[in-house]
């Protein structure tokens, strides 16, 4: 069976009502975005870095109320995420990154929990933070306490690790099989959320027939990818950008 598909909204045409995703990239650097906007399922438990940016990548399944539940690890310069989580729209599970990024990783390895020093002493392992609010502001939905445990003199918190039923990413290379190349920093969160999700389903801005790869180039091995689309290079946009007025 090929795992190639023509489109992108063939590559994501059967992702269900009620699914979770997690999807790679960093801010707008690495995103999956012709997967995204191609999606037309609703009520989605969404993991990943963080939720786009207002009308770029995940901002725009949050701008057509698409997404229930978000595990991120923060906020970042999206407006709109911000006001669905502080009017009790969304409910939101903030994760300290690196937290996040072993929790996805653990998931597509197999394994189902791991202490990390990450968090001890705050309301990430103690409990408290707020997941949802009632639309007066006041929490709806708070976190619960997590295990803590004494490894080496030092305090560790319980995680455990996420599992997907899909996961969406963007790659620079994909073979035919799905091995796929990353493009320096745009490889972020992407493998971690590959190994991650059941079905795989990434674009590439350039597809080669498998085998043209050098396996020592080769960053996540085409067992963990199920779909590969050739999406060709996407427009890049910039998340924050910063200017200096030059003295004429």
């Not at 408290?128 to 006041?138: A, E, T």
């Not at 803590?148 to 003199?153: A, K, L, S, V």
């Not at 080669?208 to 290079?233: I, M, S």
Request: glycine fraction near 12%; hydrophobic fraction near 40%.
């Amino acid at each position: 069976m090929t795992r190639v598909y023509r489109t992108a909204a063939e590559a994501v045409a059967d992702i269900p009502s009620g699914a979770s995703l997690a999807v790679g990239g960093f801010g707008l650097c690495g995103i999956p975005d012709a997967l995204i906007a191609a999606i037309a399922a609703t009520d989605l438990m969404v993991v990943s870095n963080n939720c786009g940016t207002d009308g770029h990548g995940l901002g725009l399944l949050l701008a057509q109320r698409q997404i229930r539940r978000v595990i991120a690890s923060y906020v970042g310069d999206n407006a709109e995420f911000a006001r669905q989580y502080l009017s009790g729209e969304l409910e939101v599970e903030l994760t300290p990154q690196g937290t996040l990024a072993e929790k996805l990783r653990a998931g597509g390895s197999g394994i189902p929990a791991f202490f990390t020093p990450a968090g001890v002493g705050t309301p990430v392992a103690e409990g408290g933070m707020p997941w949802r609010y009632h639309p007066d502001g006041s929490v709806a939905v708070s976190s619960p306490p997590k295990e803590t445990r004494e490894y080496r003199g030092h305090r560790h918190v319980l995680e455990e690790s996420i599992t997907t039923d899909y996961a969406l990413v963007h790659a620079l290379i994909g073979d035919t099989a799905g091995n796929l190349v990353f493009d320096k920093a745009a490889r972020n969160f992407n493998p971690l959320a590959a190994m991650a999700g059941r079905i795989c389903i990434a674009q590439v801005e350039n597809l080669v027939p498998a085998g043209e790869l050098d396996p020592g180039q080769v960053h996540l091995p085409g067992v963990f990818v199920d779909r590969v689309v050739h999406t060709g290079k996407q427009d890049k946009q910039i998340e924050k950008r910063t200017v200096t007025e030059v003295a004429a």
